[in-house]
């Protein structure tokens, strides 16, 4: 593999999904116990290749990356980008983060391609933020992570049965953000944006769900903040209206 980013255990089949990200682009299964391979596939289930050196560098020595272009029309490229999460739900419905294409895939458990959903995608908007963070304007340190060209870095689903909510770390915007799982139709944010205080998020890169509903994310390359925050699940209520 090349430089796998995270994988998930879906005990109905007893196969371990990873994704084999940075160096290549794919999803591959292997078998939980044996190793043994079972199958592989890139974005909208085609046989992956492995990027040109000719594409764009962002990541360095972490390899060669493709990365979208600032698009806010069209399916996307036909091949990932880099895979950076790939959870299951429990009906086998496997979703990959497609990171620097910002999009996240859904394919069935046989790697089918089913739908995709948008993460941050376009040029984001210039910030509103006022007040001061790492020593500066927390306009300036918003509109530097505007500019950061990758998201969604992780995702969890919510611990009902159903797993009806799904939560995006969206590094591009600095929140979490909530979508109903099987529609995949936006519900709403959490996070104040980048900075250092609590509540607000730099450079999320993971997240995670208790058996409670409360959400935890982890922020890693930011310049101060490396840590882990918990957000606590205070209920449901009505999305506001538009």
């Not at 919510?158 to 953000?177: E, H, K, N």
């Amino acid at each position: 593999m090349g430089g796998p980013a995270s994988l998930s255990v879906y005990p109905k089949t007893n196969e371990v999904f990873i994704a084999d990200d940075f160096f290549n682009r794919r999803v591959i299964v292997p078998d939980a116990d044996t190793d043994a391979f079972k199958r592989m596939w890139g974005a909208f289930g085609n046989v992956p290749t492995d990027p040109p050196t000719s594409e764009v560098r962002y990541l360095g020595s972490y390899g060669v990356v493709p990365l979208a272009p600032h698009d806010s029309e069209g399916a996307g490229p036909l091949q990932f980008s880099n895979v950076h999460c790939v959870p299951v739900s429990n009906e086998g419905l496997v979703y990959v983060c497609d990171k620097a294409n910002r999009r996240i895939q859904v394919f069935t458990i046989g790697g089918k391609y089913l739908t995709q959903v948008f993460i941050s995608r376009g040029k984001l908007p210039p910030s509103t933020l006022t007040g001061m963070a790492f020593g500066k304007p927390r306009r300036e340190i918003a509109d530097v992570a505007a500019q950061s060209p990758t998201s969604p870095n992780s995702m969890a689903f919510s611990p009902d049965p159903q797993q009806r909510f799904m939560y995006v770390a969206d590094r591009r915007r600095a929140q979490v953000l909530i979508y109903d799982r099987k529609t995949l139709e936006y519900l709403g944010a959490f996070g104040d944006g980048p900075g250092e205080a609590p509540g607000q998020l730099s450079a999320v890169h993971d997240i995670a769900v208790d058996s409670q509903g409360n959400v935890y994310t982890a922020e890693s390359d930011s310049p101060s903040n490396k840590r882990v925050q918990k957000f606590v699940l205070k209920g449901m209520s009505r999305a506001p209206s538009k």
